[in-house]
């Protein structure tokens, strides 16, 4: 069974970079036709796609976000990770990393961590 | 980038009610849809996927439909357990992804 786990600092300060890391148990991150992904929530409001990698390390994403977004793969921890630049008051939200199939849909989710921007 | 439009925003049901809701695309995207539930404090849980074929373990209950722009879920006979959250997401784009903003399901 694939389980999948954020980690990193619950709190981080306005204009400073956000990093997460995803643990990915259960099987290989490195399989071949396998996206992975991170998805935000804002307390209280909905779900905002953030960007996937492929296994080959391509990456995609959401506009809005585009230019403070940086997704990468280590292969050899089987990890994924996510940094998110010069952080505001909107940037906190519930974090989730998550699979999407072939692209596609998500099967798998982490339990989500939730990030607060404040000084 | 397209967009989805969720109607209504939020729902008050019965146990034992029919249920839909509906799922508006800004743009066609054929059959590429898919719809989740959220309870508070859990991550979505995937229901349905390419529009009408449901995720092995939920229950047959839930049913989508639809295909081009306009989508809906329907919850057959309203369990305690299915007051959630849900969420329509489509892949027409992907490995873009858009979400719908959501609706809320309460119990009346």
């Known amino acids: 069974q694939l389980q999948l786990q954020e980690s990193g600092p619950g709190l981080v300060k306005p204009s400073e970079t956000l990093s997460l890391t995803c643990t990915v148990s259960g099987g290989s991150i490195s399989s071949s036709s396998y996206y992975w992904g991170w998805i935000r929530q804002p307390p209280g409001k909905g779900l905002e796609w953030i960007g996937s990698i492929y296994y080959s390390g391509s990456t995609y994403y959401n506009p809005s976000l585009k230019s403070r977004v940086t997704i990468s793969v280590d292969t050899s921890k089987n990890q994924f990770s996510l940094k998110l630049s010069s952080v505001t008051a909107a940037d906190t939200a519930v974090y989730y990393c998550?699979?999407?199939?072939?692209?596609?849909?998500?099967?798998?989710w982490g339990q989500g961590t939730l990030v607060t921007v404040s000084s | 980038a397209i967009q989805l439009t969720q109607s209504p925003s939020s729902l008050s049901a019965s146990v034992g009610d029919r249920v839909t809701i509906t799922c508006r695309a800004s743009q066609g995207i054929s059959s590429a849809l898919a719809w989740y539930q959220q309870k508070p404090g859990k991550a979505p849980k995937l229901l349905i996927y390419d529009a009408s074929s449901l995720e092995s373990g939920v229950p047959s209950r839930f049913s989508g439909s639809g295909s081009g722009t306009d989508f809906t879920l329907t919850i057959s006979s309203l369990q305690p357990e299915d007051f959630a959250t849900y969420y329509c997401q489509q892949f027409n784009s992907y490995p873009a992804i858009t979400f719908g903003q959501g609706t809320r399901l309460e119990i009346k």
């Open positions: 998550a699979r999407p199939l072939a692209g596609t849909v998500f099967d798998y």
